[in-house]
């Protein structure tokens, strides 16, 4: 073999990985978020197997603005677009749980309150297209309006529609009874005490531990309600 | 019938001896390997998204190589002459492209076996059984029309791209119709004449986008899948196989 061959295999080795060493690292940065396509071209580029490429999408999707350098990730994303993505892969993939997972833990935990409520609303609107599967992500949705936007009305509406749609026997009593206690926490006694007792008479609540529990709340607030406030 | 069962075993000996069954070995390992790295980026649903990537990347995966199989081995055949040879036998035309088939759905059944295996730790076992018996069903398939279009086409590079054509618009199919029969405005006649085409080919396509799922593998939506999946199977089989016997019985080698 003439040697020139194997110097220009060599020459072309090196000039190649020194071409890709010296090239920036590849990365997603929150403007290089493109718009998402329609519903019917995801479909259509699917090739019949949506489930894929929902999980492939969701992976794709939470790389971008995701550098573990950055003190806040996600804030400089054009939430607009994230809702779309999100409301794309779950229309591919509807009992897929990571979606609401990556809206209701990553994408609305970022410091700014326009874009916590933005997401903290998709989740309300996903939650009511399946609620017996999503009451978990409305149940954190909830604990995030109460405790980091101090907003008790957003929370006592999210709690409510748990209460109401989230129906099936395996959602626990404490997602179901979170609408009581947030009224309790507005200072709304006789409308936490009626919510209480309805649902105690509703048969709904069959453990008796929980019963006890809930039967001593019921007491407790009849009693703060008898008690003038000062 | 000696001479399908003797064709048969010629061609799966054929493909042992390319080491194709090696190739799969190695992409299987390959996307087992890209299913793992993806399980550490993943933050929820880690076994789902396993299951969905290896699955969705096997199933192509077996399909391209049978495909390819199926296509070089029968223009390498032509070329060297050997077709001529083997009709030439006293046994009608039928035996040596039932033989062949026979031979190239051995294939694809080990092909399929194969790839179940890596699923295994991940899926849940009735619906693994169902996407492997599916997928050994669609590669069935795959198998006989790459024999049709080859035997037809008699060229890789057309043949290929004939076969590739037609598996991307069947899983595709479905999504299709979906678009053509809902415009966004009002259907005017070119709508009608479109969406007519586009129900027409769909008429003359198998439902490769009810076969082999990667939900069954998630544990759901198994319905009537078994009766549907085998019943398309069959009915396309007896199509394909009879267009590619017409074909056979009309060329002069």
Redesign the interface.
């Known amino acids: 073999m003439p040697r020139v061959v194997l110097a220009l295999l060599a020459l072309g080795l090196a000039a190649q990985v020194a071409l890709k060493t010296t090239a920036p690292r590849p990365g997603a940065s929150a403007e290089d978020l493109p718009p998402a396509p329609s519903i019917?071209a995801l479909?259509?580029a699917?090739?019949?197997?949506p489930?894929?490429l929902?999980?492939?999408l969701?992976?794709y999707l939470?790389a971008f603005d995701y550098q573990s350098g950055s003190k806040v990730p996600y804030q400089q994303l054009d939430y607009d677009r994230v809702e779309a993505w999100l409301a794309r892969i779950l229309e591919l993939d509807p009992?897929?749980?990571?979606p609401l997972?990556?809206a209701s833990r990553l994408y609305a935990e970022v410091p700014i309150e326009a874009k916590q409520r933005s997401m903290l609303e998709f989740v309300y609107r996903q939650f009511l297209v399946d609620p017996n599967r999503r009451w978990p992500w409305l149940a954190h949705a909830t604990v995030l309006a109460k405790h980091r936007l101090h907003d008790l009305p957003l929370a006592l509406r999210y709690a409510r529609a748990i209460q109401r749609s989230a129906t099936a026997a395996d959602v626990p009593p404490w997602a179901r009874e979170m609408e009581a206690f947030i009224l309790e926490d507005m200072n709304e006694l006789e409308a936490a005490r009626l919510v209480i007792g309805g649902y105690l008479h509703s048969g709904e609540v069959k453990d008796p531990g929980e019963l006890r529990f809930l039967d001593g709340r019921l007491k407790e607030l009849e009693k703060r309600a008898r008690t003038p406030q000062k | 019938m000696p001479v399908v069962a003797a064709l048969a075993k010629i061609t799966l000996l054929e493909a042992i001896g390319n080491r194709l069954l090696w190739l799969a070995v190695a992409i299987i390992v390959i996307a087992f390997g890209l299913a793992q790295f993806?399980n550490q980026?993943?933050?929820?649903?880690t076994r789902?998204?396993q299951i969905?990537?290896l699955?969705?990347s096997l199933?192509v995966a077996a399909v391209f190589i049978l495909a390819v199989f199926v296509i070089t081995s029968m223009v390498r055949e032509s070329s060297d002459k050997v077709t001529e040879l083997l009709l030439s036998l006293p046994a009608p035309r039928s035996h040596y492209f039932f033989g062949k088939f026979l031979g190239y759905a051995a294939v694809g059944a080990i092909l399929a076996l194969l790839c179940a295996l890596p699923l295994i730790p991940f899926a849940q076992p009735l619906g693994l059984a169902l996407w492997t018996a599916s997928l050994v069903c669609e590669l069935l398939i795959v198998a006989a029309v790459s024999l049709f279009c080859v035997l037809s086409l008699t060229q890789v590079v057309p043949t290929f791209a004939a076969v590739g054509g037609f598996y991307?618009l069947s899983?595709?199919m479905?999504?299709?119709q979906?678009?053509a029969n809902a415009p966004l405005l009002e259907h005017t006649f070119t709508d009608r004449m479109v969406s007519g085409v586009v129900d027409l080919i769909a008429l003359l396509l198998p439902s490769?986008?009810?076969m082999t799922?990667?939900?069954w593998l998630?544990g759901?939506g198994y319905g009537n899948a078994v009766v549907a999946v085998f019943g398309q199977t069959a009915i396309y089989l007896i199509l394909i196989c009879a267009a590619g016997l017409f074909d056979l019985y009309r060329k002069n080698f």
Request: charged share 20%.
């Open positions: 019917a479909r259509l699917s090739f019949g197997e489930v894929a929902a999980k492939g969701m992976l939470q009992q897929g749980q990571y997972l990556a | 993806l980026v993943a933050i929820t649903e789902d998204i969905a990537l699955a969705a199933r991307l899983r595709s479905a999504a299709m979906t678009i490769l986008d009810r799922q990667t939900t998630l759901g």
